[in-house]
């Protein structure tokens, strides 16, 4: 299994450089039930975000007095991967869905919605690596079509460690053979990046590297971001000129 | 109710106390609650530790038996983690299946001991692609004084360390120690603002259970991360973080060795 080599020539087995992302395809608005959507592709993954809300919360034991409470389901559809997933979470969608809330909570306004609920659907369709990175752009997209009130963007890309370096936004056979994947979400405020909202990371690397796989994240996010930024204003801007 | 006014003052205490930079426990912002790992104390197990972490108490257990491989690891043992949040260790735990924090608990653990490679699982192969060993590694929380993830991942480890293969029971010739390579530690801080406090206890968490996990291998590479907790967490925050976190596991490493 060491025989595979996702390094050959200083290029990664589908081309591209170290630090470069994989074609990402962003559009805002897809569905007409929910409230803000968002169909997202990230190299081999498709993504559909759905945001219901604020609305009311069900069962009514949940409501908060004080604010809003976010909900957030991360979803993979059973022909998304090679074999079979069997529908309805699993352990590892529990989790993503936990940690994904937990990126967005801290952004979304809650305090302005009390006793509602903000419900995020994120289905994916096809996964390759980074689905849950994917799930969170689509999902920040659709937030803001939904106009849920944010501090800013929810941007997230995770880096792997492969045949040694760091490469930006691992496809699956760099995250299955590699030997570290740390995705991260961060908050965008005013074009630059405020903070981490979200950080995991399984495999091994050394202090040394994790700081500057930070830094390579953070180059990868501000280019998504404006991508997030286009599909948004393509959107609005489209419906403007139909009125005049 | 009455649970949520307690919190309440709590937090305040917890607060106006941190703002002198001291904890309501007279620790050190980075000092971790005294450690306690008794290991091999229930027999029927392959292996056990039971840790103690200031008052929060976990029993993690380890059985063994023969099962299938992975078709992708054909010469592979197989590792599965799973934490229990049983209802006697918290006034908040509910009888049922595990919640989302008692699978995220269960799968940091996990992360911390197969991406450390402490189990060496090529020695744990009977047949090539038929039989393998699976260690079944099942965390038990007793008591949450906070903190459980520190205290479940020590005590898993503290377990396998104490893991004899049952291989006679099966018929597959002599019992073996566990091939145990690494000692992975993980260090959970709860952050708040600009201010890290290692190893919170309960009272201490009712100002937010914002908190990240950094699980470090002996070489004091980074194995496993977790930011778990609705919060933002700055990147100057994080940098110190990843000193601090390497420093206490070396301490409790040290401690682990010593047992």
Redesign the interface.
């Known amino acids: 299994m060491e025989e595979i080599r996702l390094i050959v020539d200083g290029k990664r087995l589908d081309g591209r450089g170290f630090e470069e992302l994989r074609p990402i395809k962003i559009e805002a608005g897809v569905l007409k039930r929910a409230d803000g959507s968002c169909y997202l592709e990230m190299g081999k993954n498709k993504v559909v975000a759905a945001v219901y809300g604020p609305r009311e919360v069900h069962p009514k034991h949940l409501e908060d007095p004080s604010m809003a409470i976010v909900r957030y389901r991360y979803s993979m559809a059973p022909f998304s991967v090679e074999d079979r997933k069997r529908p309805g979470p699993d352990?590892?969608s529990?989790?993503i869905?936990?940690?994904s809330?937990?990126?967005l909570?801290?952004?979304i306004m809650k305090e302005l919605f009390p006793r509602s609920a903000i419900d995020i659907f994120v289905e994916v369709l096809q996964a390759d690596a980074g689905s849950r990175t994917a799930c969170l752009n689509a999902a920040s997209v659709a937030l803001v079509d939904a106009g849920i009130p944010m501090r800013g963007m929810v941007t997230s890309v995770a880096v792997a460690k492969v045949d040694g370096v760091l490469v930006l936004d691992p496809m699956k056979e760099e995250d299955y053979y590699g030997e570290?994947d740390?995705p991260f979400a961060f908050?965008i405020r005013n074009g630059k990046i405020?903070?981490?909202?979200?950080?995991?990371?399984?495999?091994?690397?050394?202090?040394e590297e994790?700081?500057r796989a930070?830094e390579l994240a953070k180059k990868g996010a501000m280019q998504i971001y404006q991508l997030q930024r286009d599909a948004i204003m393509r959107k609005y801007i489209r419906e403007e000129e139909v009125v005049e | 109710m009455p649970e949520d006014i307690l919190m309440e003052i709590k937090r305040d205490y917890v607060l106006s106390k941190l703002r002198d930079g001291e904890r309501i426990d007279g620790r050190r912002l980075d000092e971790i609650r005294p450690i306690e790992i008794q290991t091999g104390l229930i027999a029927k197990a392959e292996g056990s530790a039971l840790v103690k972490l200031g008052n929060t108490m976990v029993v993690a257990g380890v059985k063994m038996q023969p099962g299938e491989p992975f078709p992708d690891t054909p010469d592979q043992g197989i590792i599965i983690t799973n934490a229990e949040l049983v209802p006697l260790a918290s006034p908040t735990f509910e009888p049922g299946p595990p919640d989302e924090n008692a699978i995220e608990l269960a799968r940091v653990v996990d992360r911390g001991i197969r991406h450390s490679e402490a189990i060496d699982l090529s020695k744990l192969c009977i047949e090539e692609g038929e039989k393998v060993w699976i260690v079944f590694i099942d965390i038990w929380a007793l008591d949450d004084d906070g903190n459980l993830m520190d205290a479940s991942a020590l005590a898993a480890i503290a377990a396998l360390l104490n893991t004899t293969v049952p291989a006679e029971r099966f018929e597959l010739g002599d019992n073996f120690p566990l091939p145990v390579r690494d000692l992975p530690i993980a260090i959970t801080s709860l952050v708040f603002e600009d201010k890290i406090l290692v190893d919170p206890c309960r009272d201490e968490l009712s100002i937010g259970k914002n908190t990240i996990t950094i699980t470090t291998d002996q070489n004091d590479n980074i194995v496993s991360i977790q930011k778990s907790g609705p919060f933002l967490l700055s990147e100057k925050v994080f940098d110190r973080l990843i000193d601090i976190s390497i420093e206490k596991a070396r301490e409790v490493r040290k401690l682990l060795r010593d047992v």
Do not use: H, W, Y
């Open positions: 352990r590892r529990i989790e869905s936990k940690v809330r937990e990126a909570e801290p952004v570290a740390i908050l405020e903070s981490i909202t979200l950080l995991q990371m399984d495999g091994r690397v050394t202090a994790l700081r930070l």
